[in-house]
């Protein structure tokens, strides 16, 4: 069975793709691979390409050995055909915000806002952390980047003095954590976190829960392509909070550098929660 799907996997793993993608989703989902002789943790790197017409397609699936991986994944994106990615929406994955700029230098990125919020409440004291929680989503619930630093500024006030790092945390992050803020509410609903990816990560986990520990990396990553079309059935649902404009919100996304597409967005977003 095994060898008989290989080839299959092949195949879609070096498919060509589109040239333009609206927005990117990349993530990783660790398995337990024995290696030799002791289990260790390795990294598979998902992409989810959402194309100018809304349509969503798993891109590929990487088994990274160390930091380069995020490298060379994107650059065989680029081998396939991909030759520009609007927004790449991604967690605080170490290396991810410096390989998108490596391999597509005019990407914008946005990092997941619910990452941000675990990160930021992970030292935070019981006793505190409705409240921080309360105000930390009066940021990024802003209807404007402004009036979001100016919730920050008063987060600051009130809690600066008491937990610095979740102040340094997001003014160091600010540039990719507020990218979503430049665009119309169907985009913002869509951008600002990486759920997407992680509801395929939860399909894919369905599938592959029966095996704890793969007996070597080719393996794992085998299971796991051979199990991408049921996954990738449950995640093509249709998704109703995106609204019917989803497709046409999409192309706003491009620049004045980007003549193949659309122009960027000429309207403030509203409130998207």
Known sequence: MTNK???????WQNRPLQGVYAVVFLDAIHFNVKQDGAIVNKAA?????????GNKDVLGMWIGENEFAKFWLLNDLKNRGVQDILITCVDNLTGFSQAISACYPKTEIQKCIIHQIRNSTRYVSYKDLKKVTVDLKSIYK?????????ELDRFEEAWGFKYPLIIRSWRGNWDELATFFKYPPELCKLIYTTNMIESYHRQLR???????????RRSAAQDALSRHDGCHTQMDRPRPKLGTDAPTALRFLSGPDRPA???RPISPPGSFI
Do not use: N, Y
Request: proline share 5%; hydrophobic share 55%; aromatic share 6%.
């Open 206 to 216: 369905k599938v592959t829960k029966g095996k704890s520990i793969f007996p070597e």
């Open 261 to 263: 597409l659309a122009l």
């Open 142 to 150: 802003a209807t404007t980047e402004e009036m979001a630093l100016l």
């Open 5 to 11: 799907i290989i080839p299959l996997i092949k195949e």
């Open 45 to 53: 790197f998902m992409v989810i390409g959402i194309d100018l017409d």
